[in-house]
C-alpha cells in the first residue's frame, strides 16, 4: 500500500494507523466523492461503491438510470474556493451559470433586496436530462468530482450496496454486500448516501453495542426546470439568482436560478425553480408560485407548461445526533457524512456535504479512525450542523415575523440602503448568511458583534 507525504499539512507516514486497512464510501454524491478523493490523492486505499457511472448514462443504448439528482445545483463562491483550495478547479463543463448578485424578493413589496453575493450553478447527477442534446460536452459536478477520486487512486465500483454487517470478525473487519450477492470487507464504512433510508434499515449492529446510528429527518422539498423562450428573459434574470421569501403561506422559500449558457442556446434558456415548504412540498405549490404576483413580475411561466424535469427529493430538516459508530476496540467502523449525516438544515447542502468530507478525511490522514481522534471530527460537526438544530426553527419564526409586518419589512430595506455605509454592509451581510446557510445560524450573532467591533475599532496604530 502507497501511503506518502503529499500535502505536509496531513503529515502521513509509513507508520500511519491506515497503513494496510481499507476504506469502503457507500456513495460517490459530493461528500463521497470528494473524501474518496482527498484519502487517495494521500495513498490511503479507498473504495467508493456508487450505483451511478460518472458518464453520462447512454440513453441511446436504452440505458434506463435516472441520472439527475433532484437540485437546484446553486453554489456561494466559498464552495467553490474549497475545492479550488483542495486541487480542484470547477471545469467549465461542469459549471451551468454564473451570477453577479443575489435578489431577495420579499412579499407585498416592490423593492427587491440586490445583495452583491456572487453564486456558480453547477449540473448535478446530469440534469436536466434534455438540456444541450446537441452539446456532448457537460459534464456534471457529481460526475467530475467522482473521476478526480478515481484519477486521485480512489476505486469505483459501480454497484448498489444493499446490506451493511457491522459485526467485526477476528480481524476488527466488517462487511458490506452489494445487490448481487458480492460482499466485501472493509476496516471502515463512510456512509455517504444521501437520504438512502432503506440502506440504513438493512444495517446489522453488533449485539454488544447498543448505539445506532441516526437518519437526518426530511421532508419532500420540490424542484423543477423549465425552457424559457428568449423573448421572455429578462436583463434581470441573466444576471441574478432570485429568492423569494414567504411567496406562499405554505413555502417560506423559492429560488430561482438562471441556468443554461444563452450563447449556446439562442432560442431561449433553462431555469430552474426550487420549493421549500413549510411540510411537503407539492404539485399544487408550484402552481401558487407561479402564480405570485411578483413571480409573474420576474418570469411568466403559466401553469400548464410542461417542465422539463421535476421531482421531490428529500431535504433535510433535522440533522442526526448519532452519526458515529464506534467499534469492539479504540477504534470507528461507521462514520456517515453529507446528506446521510449532519447537514446544514435547509440550506447549502453540496457546502455541508464537501465541508464534512473535507473534515473526515483531514482526521483519518492525521490520526487514522481510532476513536479518540474522531472526537474532534465529532465535537466540529456537532458544533456547526448539530446545534443548528434548535437555533433553524427559531430563525424561520423570526423572518416570519419580520416577513409579515409592513413596519420591520421597511426597516430592513432601509438598513441596507447604501446611503448607511457599515450599517447597510452589516446588514446586507447578515441577510446573506441567513439565506445561503454560508456558517451556523448560531453564529450570526457573533459574526454580527465580530463585524461592528471591527468596523469601530478601526486599524490599530
Ligand atoms: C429540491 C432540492 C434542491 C436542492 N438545491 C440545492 C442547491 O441549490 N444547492 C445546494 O448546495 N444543495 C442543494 N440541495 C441539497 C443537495 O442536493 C444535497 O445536500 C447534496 O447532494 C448532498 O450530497 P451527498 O453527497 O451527501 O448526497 P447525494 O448527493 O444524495 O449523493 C448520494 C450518492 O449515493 C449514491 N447511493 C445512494 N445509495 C446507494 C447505494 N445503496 N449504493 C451505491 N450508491 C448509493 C447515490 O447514487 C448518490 O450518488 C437541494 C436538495 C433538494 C432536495
Request: charged letters at 25%; one cysteine or more.
Amino acid at each position: 500500500m502507497r501511503l506518502e507525504v503529499v500535502h505536509p499539512e496531513n503529515n502521513v507516514s509509513p507508520e500511519h494507523p491506515l497503513v494496510g486497512k481499507s476504506i469502503a464510501i457507500i456513495g460517490g454524491g459530493p461528500a463521497g466523492a470528494f473524501c474518496a478523493y482527498e484519502l487517495a490523492r494521500n495513498g490511503v486505499e479507498v473504495r467508493i461503491f456508487e450505483d451511478r457511472s460518472p458518464k453520462r448514462p447512454d440513453f441511446s443504448a436504452g440505458e434506463k438510470r435516472i441520472p439527475c439528482t433532484g437540485c437546484a445545483g446553486w453554489l456561494q463562491a466559498d464552495v467553490t474556493k474549497l475545492l479550488a483550495d483542495n486541487g480542484l478547479e470547477m471545469s467549465p463543463e461542469v459549471v451551468q451559470s454564473k451570477t453577479t448578485f443575489t435578489s431577495i424578493v420579499m412579499p407585498k413589496t416592490e423593492a427587491n433586496l440586490r445583495l452583491n453575493a456572487p453564486s456558480t450553478t453547477v449540473f448535478r447527477g446530469f440534469s436536466p436530462i434534455h438540456q444541450f442534446e446537441g452539446h456532448p460536452h457537460v459534464a456534471s459536478l457529481d460526475g467530475w468530482l467522482l473521476e478526480k477520486a478515481i484519477d486521485a487512486g480512489a476505486k469505483h465500483l459501480q454497484v448498489e450496496i444493499s446490506s451493511i454487517d457491522l459485526n467485526e470478525d477476528s480481524q476488527g473487519k466488517v462487511c458490506i454486500g452489494d445487490s448481487t450477492g458480492l460482499k466485501y470487507k472493509t476496516d471502515l464504512v463512510i456512509g455517504a448516501f444521501g437520504h438512502n433510508r432503506r440502506l440504513m434499515n438493512t444495517i446489522q449492529y453488533p449485539d454488544s453495542n447498543p448505539m445506532r446510528l441516526e437518519m437526518p429527518e426530511s421532508q419532500r422539498a420540490g424542484v423543477r426546470e423549465y425552457f424559457i423562450p428568449k423573448e421572455f428573459i429578462s436583463r434581470d434574470l441573466l444576471e441574478s439568482t432570485f429568492v423569494f421569501a414567504n411567496p406562499t403561506p405554505r413555502i417560506p422559500f423559492g429560488t430561482i436560478c438562471p441556468k443554461g449558457k444563452f450563447d449556446q442556446e439562442p432560442s431561449g434558456m433553462y431555469i430552474t425553480i426550487a420549493l421549500m415548504g413549510r411540510g411537503d412540498v407539492a404539485p399544487d405549490d408550484f402552481k401558487d408560485f407561479l402564480d405570485n404576483e411578483q413571480v409573474k413580475r420576474l418570469l411568466h411561466i403559466d401553469t400548464q407548461t410542461k417542465p422539463r424535469c421535476a421531482c421531490f427529493p428529500p431535504l433535510t430538516v433535522q440533522s442526526p445526533r448519532q452519526f458515529i459508530l464506534p467499534g469492539r476496540k479504540d477504534n470507528v467502523i461507521m462514520v456517515n457524512i453529507g446528506d446521510a449525516g449532519p447537514t446544514r438544515l435547509r440550506k447549502n447542502g453540496i457546502g455541508s456535504a464537501l465541508d464534512s468530507a473535507k473534515h473526515l478525511s483531514d482526521i483519518l490522514l492525521r490520526y487514522g479512525n481510532s476513536s479518540e481522534h474522531m472526537e474532534i471530527y465529532k465535537r466540529y460537526i456537532e458544533r456547526t450542523y448539530v446545534r443548528d438544530n434548535h437555533v433553524v426553527n427559531f430563525v424561520m419564526h423570526l423572518s416570519d415575523f419580520i416577513l409579515n409586518h409592513d413596519f420591520t419589512r421597511r426597516a430592513v430595506i432601509c438598513l441596507t440602503d447604501h446611503n448607511l455605509g457599515v450599517v447597510s454592509q452589516i446588514t446586507q451581510n447578515t441577510i446573506e448568511r441567513i439565506l445561503t446557510g454560508k456558517g451556523p445560524y448560531w453564529r450570526i450573532p457573533i459574526d454580527v458583534f465580530l463585524e461592528i467591533f471591527a468596523n469601530t475599532s478601526g486599524p490599530g496604530e
